[in-house]
Nanobody, 117 residues
Framework: QVQLVESGGGLVQPGGSLRLSCAASGSIFAIWAMGWYRQAPGKQRELVAEFTSSGSANYKDSVKGRFTISRDNAKNTIYLQMNSLKPEDTAVYYC???????????WGQGTQVTVSS
């Protein structure tokens, strides 16, 4: 089992910044990739940024240059630094971990990000 706990969401004005954190615990040795997804009301959940199995980072086109995914292996934590936030970035942000266990992936509980003036 893998547990993921997100934090760092909140309300921010357009142009502002937030940093999300996702701490993993449990069978972390089985995790081979992690990333951030988001889901806005009435829309499907979508990939925002991820570390692939090779360690490279991928980003959704609309966040390139504004968002940065990073990690601290010592803390089993990944981060999403979000700059120049726009109202269309408003969503619940979820952390996802891919695992070699019987369960192929795990989700965190989500953290709300609201960009509004």
């Amino acid at each position: 089992q893998v547990q993921l706990v997100e934090s760092g969401g909140g309300l921010v004005q357009p142009g502002g910044s937030l940093r999300l954190s996702c701490a993993a615990s449990g069978s972390i040795f089985a995790i081979w990739a992690m990333g951030w997804y988001r889901q806005a009301p009435g829309k499907q959940r979508e990939l925002v940024a991820e570390f692939t199995s090779s360690g490279s980072a991928n980003y959704k086109d609309s966040v390139k240059g504004r968002f940065t995914i990073s990690r601290d292996n010592a803390k089993n934590t990944i981060y999403l630094q979000m700059n120049s936030l726009k109202p269309e970035d408003t969503a619940v942000y979820y952390c996802k971990a891919y695992s070699d266990t019987d369960v192929p992936w795990y989700w965190g509980q989500g953290t709300q990000v609201t960009v509004s003036s």
